[in-house]
């Protein structure tokens, strides 16, 4: 092959690798997903100068573990599976990306949460990170660390 050919047929490759649409961020997330680690650190809990963490890994046939759809339509659902297998705590809400970020609006035990969470994408899932007032206790400096990864629902 001459040098000139083989240059084309480089740049030609080059060219259709570059035009592959990579998978959006709402393209990848819509499906369902198991929580596998969550942090959750308050500052000030409660109006107090006290630092609250909850750590839980979900290891060892945990109690609950903590499982969600998202839809392509922008619905998504959320819930709790127990050791039988039965769901409970179930919450629907809406969500929809916007450049790296997952918003999400649901109600969960009367509460309306509206939240945003910076996702990276990872080999199992995505982890996921979020601002929030998680304590209640109007200060939205409590912030949480999620891992997640991908389930089939059946």
Same mark, same amino acid.
């Given at each position: 092959?001459?040098?000139?050919?083989?240059?084309?047929l480089f740049l030609?490759?080059?060219?259709?690798?570059?035009?592959?649409?990579?998978?959006?961020?709402?393209?990848?997330?819509?499906?369902?997903?198991?929580?596998?680690?969550?942090?959750?650190?308050?500052?000030?809990?409660?109006?107090?100068?006290?630092?609250?963490?909850?750590?839980?890994?979900?290891?060892?046939?945990? $109690?609950? !573990?903590?499982?969600?759809?998202? =839809?392509? *339509?922008?619905? +998504?659902?959320?819930?709790?599976? #127990?050791?039988? @297998?039965?769901?409970?705590? $179930?919450? !629907?809400?809406?969500?929809?990306? =916007?450049? *790296?970020?997952? +918003?999400i609006d649901y109600?969960? #035990?009367?509460? @309306?949460?509206?939240?945003?969470?910076?996702?990276i994408k990872t080999?199992?899932?995505? *982890?996921?990170?979020?601002?929030?007032?998680?304590?209640?206790?109007?200060?939205?400096?409590?912030?949480?660390?999620?891992?997640?990864?991908?389930?089939?629902?059946?």
């Open positions: 092959m001459k040098p000139k050919h083989f240059i084309l030609f490759g080059t060219l259709i690798v570059a035009c592959k649409k990579e998978e959006s961020l709402k393209e990848y997330l819509t499906g369902s997903w198991q929580t596998t680690y969550l942090k959750i650190e308050m500052p000030t809990v409660n109006n107090t100068d006290s630092l609250s963490v909850y750590v839980d890994k979900f290891e060892n046939d945990p $109690e609950f !573990v903590a499982q969600s759809t998202y =839809k392509e *339509d922008g619905t +998504f659902s959320a819930w709790f599976i #127990n050791r039988e @297998n039965k769901k409970s705590n $179930e919450s !629907v809400g809406t969500w929809f990306v =916007k450049t *790296d970020s997952l +918003f109600v969960y #035990n009367g509460r @309306n949460i509206k939240v945003a969470y910076k996702i080999n199992l899932g995505f *982890d996921a990170e979020s601002k929030y007032d998680w304590d209640e206790d109007t200060d939205f400096d409590d912030t949480l660390w999620m891992k997640t990864k991908r389930i089939k629902i059946e």
